[in-house]
């Protein structure tokens, strides 16, 4: 052995968690944890006995201690309630699992090393994004929170909770050495991980600028500010767009997104009343829904319609004007039935 293996192992970290069962959560923090510079070849002890793992240098899931200065982040114990807003770490009130807490502390720097940048204000976007599409469904699912009673709680995108149970053994297995299935757990874990945030670093972060500059120019197309057009609009803008509402307290709220299709024609989006909901500030005219073509022009008398979806969400027109006029008339309409009432 040389003297720089020698060195290697001297100041190799040791990362503990329990043994026996393995769950999405110290799954998932051991692999954020093995993605840092100062764990990134740490061994994983999994056992529960107190002695081995007050010889680690950190310990995730067991031990029934949350103290950051010590490193220890367990979640377990009767009197720990805490979520990433009671501790600081953002808006989310889900109690958080291991998972959550190792991203609570390292997360920030987790997004600094997997994305090569030390932009803050990417960081901070990027953090906050995996944590409400990520790692806030394994907080949930591993405290049995349930996902709603009405309004959902959080997002489940992954079913990831659920995949990563099924890699332990069997009861009635031959091989009950659970290492090396905890192994291809945190690599499949890992896996998503790693390609949801390059998602998300290389694709949905880019479509902000496009749509914070359509907000900027939303004047121009209306003096409303209610009709927004999106140049590009092959891109995600929906979250954007209502992140960027709520950061600039617009008012009035935007009502209509106008963007081109894959053909080049026009189509006309109402704003949902929140992400993932299938409601909306103001809809396309009622009497225009489940109408297309020629018989919605006569109808609406705006040249070029081609439909209205028959919920109301949705229509498309031939020409930029056309998909305007659209808007227009429907915001008008909806404007005098609110002075109405």
Not at 25 to 48: F, G, K
Not at 109 to 136: A, R, W
Not at 274 to 284: A, K, N, W
């Amino acid at each position: 052995m040389n003297g720089t293996e020698e060195k290697r192992q001297c100041v190799a970290k040791t990362i503990g968690t329990h043994d026996g069962t393995f769950h999405c959560d110290e799954v998932l923090a051991c692999w954020m944890l093995r993605q840092l510079p100062e764990y990134h070849n740490s061994d994983i002890v999994r056992t529960r006995n107190p002695e081995k793992l007050s010889g680690c240098d950190i310990v995730v899931d067991v031990g029934a201690v949350y103290d950051p200065a010590v490193h220890r982040y367990d979640h377990h114990q009767r009197e720990f309630t805490g979520t990433m807003q009671s501790l600081g770490g953002g808006k989310w009130v889900t109690k958080l699992s291991s998972a959550g807490l190792v991203y609570l502390h390292f997360g920030k720097q987790l997004m600094q090393e997997l994305c090569k940048t030390k932009d803050e204000s990417t960081i901070t976007i990027l953090y906050n994004k995996m944590y409400e599409s990520f790692v806030e469904e394994v907080d949930a699912v591993d405290n049995g929170i349930s996902q709603c009673d009405g309004e959902h709680r959080y997002r489940v995108t992954t079913q990831l909770g659920s995949r990563v149970a099924g890699l332990n053994p069997a009861w009635n297995s031959e091989d009950k050495d659970p290492q090396p299935r905890f192994e291809k757990a945190m690599q499949m874990v890992g896996t998503e991980f790693s390609d949801r945030l390059a998602y998300f670093k290389d694709s949905w972060l880019s479509a902000r600028d496009l749509v914070e500059k359509a907000v900027k120019e939303r004047h121009e197309v209306d003096p409303s500010g209610e009709i927004v057009l999106l140049k590009d609009g092959g891109c995600p803008w929906k979250e954007h767009l209502m992140q960027i509402e709520e950061e600039q307290n617009l008012q009035p709220t935007i009502k209509f997104m106008l963007f081109t299709d894959q053909s080049g024609k026009y189509r006309v989006q109402t704003i949902p009343d929140r992400i993932g909901s299938f409601g909306f500030r103001v809809g396309l005219l009622e009497q225009w829904r489940g109408i297309r073509d020629a018989e919605l022009s006569k109808l609406s008398g705006i040249e070029g319609c081609i439909f209205v979806h028959t919920a109301g969400f949705i229509g498309g027109n031939a020409t930029y004007d056309g998909a305007l006029q659209m808007a227009r008339e429907s915001l008008k309409a909806h404007h005098a039935s609110a002075m109405e009432s």
